[in-house]
């Protein structure tokens, strides 16, 4: 989740009404991806906009993953 965060966020607090993309880099990458969104979907932390599959923060998600957004922004990813 950590590496698809910041960027969520970023397009959040910036007003971004269309929200990101996210593909896997390799098929490796395409199980733990889809799993993480989906559980993000499912807390109703994240919106889908579909056929597109594109993916933006709700209100929600943005108030209850802030404080992990700012450890990222600070501590920086693992």
Do not use: V
């Amino acid at each position: 989740m950590d590496a698809i965060l910041l960027g969520l966020a970023d397009e959040f607090e910036a007003g971004n009404p269309h929200g990101r993309t996210y593909e896997p880099s390799c098929p490796e990458e395409f199980e733990p991806l889809r799993e993480c969104l989906a559980e993000m979907i499912s807390e109703g932390w994240l919106a889908q906009r579909r056929p597109f599959k594109i993916y933006s923060l709700t209100s929600a998600g943005y108030r209850n993953l802030k404080p992990r957004i700012q450890a990222l922004r600070t501590f920086g990813k693992p």
